[in-house]
T-cell receptor, first 113, second 113 residues
Framework: DAGVIQSPRHEVTEMGQEVTLRCKPISGHNSLFWYRQTMMRGLELLIYFNNNVPIDDSGMPEDRFSAKMPNASFSTLKIQPSEPRDSAVYFC???????????FGQGTRLTVV | GNSVTQMEGPVTLSEEAFLTINCTYTATGYPSLFWYVQYPGEGLQLLLKATKADDKGSNKGFEATYRKETTSFHLEKGSVQVSDSAVYFCALSDRSGNTPLVFGKGTRLSVIA
């Protein structure tokens, strides 16, 4: 398996623009997680899904952030409108079940100018 | 709730030095314990794990023993290399199948030649 695949690897956008990050989890994994990593806050869990259903989105910082998982092989994290403080590395991870070993993607480095 | 506490970094060592990164946890029941490593510019990847008391996880010369009596899972390596420079995360799973992994804040290790 190719592992968790995220795209794009790097994104530079202007403040106010919409940003969409994409994730393809490992086939057969039932849980998917979105994390954000910054120097100031470290690694933060934003939202996670079980069987394509959002379970806990309490980590989503604001209403500007939304995430979807329309099927078992694809998820998106959208920021609209983006702000400079959203600049961070965003990771997607998947696991066979919630609470078991998580497999991380390479991350998307987002820069909002 | 469940939590993981890691020693603050950064840790700077000379090549071939002995490494210990402390990790203690708070959890109900009998969690599974993990160490993840994040190399520069990459996502987190599982380094080793232990699923029950007194288990020793090992990989790439790293070891950690699940100590229930001290609620600890310290990471050790006898002789570090420059290529071990990375951020190390301790994590736990309560194995309920209902909650994601809980991560520590990470410890940055720099190994100098």
């Amino acid at each position: 398996d190719a592992g968790v695949i995220q795209s794009p690897r790097h994104e530079v956008t202007e403040m106010g623009q919409e940003v969409t990050l994409r994730c393809k989890p490992i086939s057969g994994h039932n849980s998917l997680f979105w994390y954000r990593q910054t120097m100031m806050r470290g690694l933060e869990l934003l939202i996670y899904f079980n069987n394509n259903v959002p379970i806990d989105d309490s980590g989503m910082p604001e209403d500007r952030f939304s995430a979807k998982m329309p099927n078992a092989s694809f998820s998106t994290l959208k920021i609209q409108p983006s702000e400079p403080r959203d600049s961070a590395v965003y990771f997607c991870a998947s696991s066979p079940l919630t609470g078991t070993e998580a497999f991380f993607g390479q991350g998307t480095r987002l820069t909002v100018v | 709730g469940n939590s993981v506490t890691q020693m603050e970094g950064p840790v700077t060592l000379s090549e071939e030095a002995f490494l210990t990164i402390n990790c203690t946890y708070t959890a109900t029941g009998y969690p599974s314990l993990f160490w993840y490593v994040q190399y520069p510019g990459e996502g987190l990847q599982l380094l080793l794990k232990a699923t029950k008391a007194d288990d020793k996880g090992s990989n790439k010369g790293f070891e950690a023993t699940y100590r229930k009596e001290t609620t600890s899972f310290h990471l050790e390596k006898g002789s570090v290399q420059v290529s071990d420079s990375a951020v190390y995360f301790c994590a736990l799973s309560d194995r309920s199948g209902n909650t994601p992994l809980v991560f520590g804040k990470g410890t940055r290790l720099s190994v100098i030649a």
